[in-house]
């Protein structure tokens, strides 16, 4: 009988036989507990993406200035930096019933804030307050949710999971930010946080049968270390393991200098550059992303077994860097969505990659914690996001990409020439 993730260690279900040819593609699916996981993470990343069209729209409108939106946008990964403590604790505990109780305030949260939307008066500051409660939920959900993809399937099929996991993340941006463009002009904000809500019950409901049948750590023995030693233990495996150290650096150059970029100052090129200040283009920009991502990581699920993943990183950097440069100089929309589908696809190639190295080498004991640390780069988004605010303030959103891409690629560039562990690393 399988055990889950609790106290002693779980007994490894048996590996099946690998699929092949177009089969490879969605094998991780063949995992009754990984469709379950994946399935939660498709409607979280509906909820999420509709949160993120309409939350920029309303930073966008109340404040109208660049750099607020960065900061507003940048409160919502800010806590991710927390992200190593929380990895502890998804070491210690069962992290079932972790995501399930930050499901639970995802739920809250969004419930209130809908209700401030149609029966209230938002403000800036609600929009303060209300970033930094979704961060500190999301730095749980995120370092549990990757722990337990680990978790759903055996290590033969754990690239195509990652890959396919990026899949629901992704394919959700192509229709929730349009949809959410559309109810913004239709019905106004609340709805789109009301819909959130339903959809966060959904994921609530789906990971209540979910069982994590390839745990094998002892929370048992984790939670009688001390708190701090078993943070300490976890920066310490990062800063020893090579390969580790090397994807975390990498990471964070391109968080701090491309994602933050991006992400946080759509709003105002939709408005500046784009001359369209209304929630619906702002959409299809992020729809624009989710095809990218989507076209990305698909491609690395399909070849999953390709060898050479150090190529692959820093072939997916410096094309993101080159599309981020063309989106600058992009005047039109469809220039603009063209550019963004061609970034996106270029960083979940990196992303899928590095989350594929990182599962595969980290023993499940230490998991949390490594990717805790992992997770909490992407907390650095809102340095470079605000950052490229204070640029774009001052000098125009399009020159603040280019800034963000070319610090990218000159530091991707140095990595490659001056680490050759990078350059030859093979999985």
Known sequence: MQRSDSTT?????????????????????????????????????????????????????????????????????????LSPLTGVLADRFD?????????????????????????GEPEPWHLYVFSVLVGLAWAVNNPVRQ???????????????????????????????????VFIVAFGPGLNFMIQAVLYVLVFAL???????????DREQARNEPLLRSLGEGFRHVAHEPTTLIITLVTAVMTLTMMGFVMNQLPVYAAEVLGSPGGSVLGLLLMAMGIGGVAGTITMARFSSFERK????????????????????????????????????????????????????????IRGRVIGIYMMEIGMIPIGGVTAGAIAGRYGVDVALMVGATAGLVVIGLFAAFVPRLRELRF
């Not at 969605?26 to 939660?40: G, I, K, Q």
């Not at 972790?98 to 149609?118: C, H, N």
């Not at 990971?207 to 750590?217: E, K, L």
């Open 310 to 365: 150090g190529l692959l990183v820093i072939f997916g950097v410096v094309g993101s860097g080159l599309a981020i440069l063309a989106l600058a100089q992009a005047t039109v929309l469809w220039q603009a969505m063209a550019a963004l589908v061609v970034q996106q696809a270029f960083i979940m190639v990196v992303m899928t990659t590095n989350n594929t190295i990182i599962h595969t080498i980290t023993p499940d004991a």
């Open 147 to 181: 722990a337990l993809v680990a978790n759903s399937v055996p290590k033969t099929s754990l690239m195509n999971a990652v890959a396919l996991n990026s899949v629901a993340f992704n394919s959700m941006r192509t229709i929730g930010p349009a949809i959410g463009g």
């Open 9 to 81: 260690p779980t007994t490894v279900a048996p590996e099946p036989r690998r699929a092949t040819g177009w089969g490879q593609t969605f094998e991780a699916l063949r995992y009754r507990n990984y469709r379950l996981l994946w399935t939660s993470t498709l409607l979280t990343s509906g909820g999420n993406w509709l949160q993120q069209v309409t939350l920029g729209w309303l930073a966008y409108e109340l404040t109208r200035s660049p750099l607020q939106v960065g900061i507003i946008m940048g409160l919502r990964t800010l806590p991710l930096l």
């Open 207 to 217: 990971m209540i049968p979910y069982r994590p049948v390839y745990a094998t750590a």
């Open 95 to 119: 992290r079932r019933i972790m995501l399930l109780l930050d499901q639970a305030a995802l739920i809250v949260i969004a419930v209130g804030f809908a209700a401030l939307l149609v029966f």
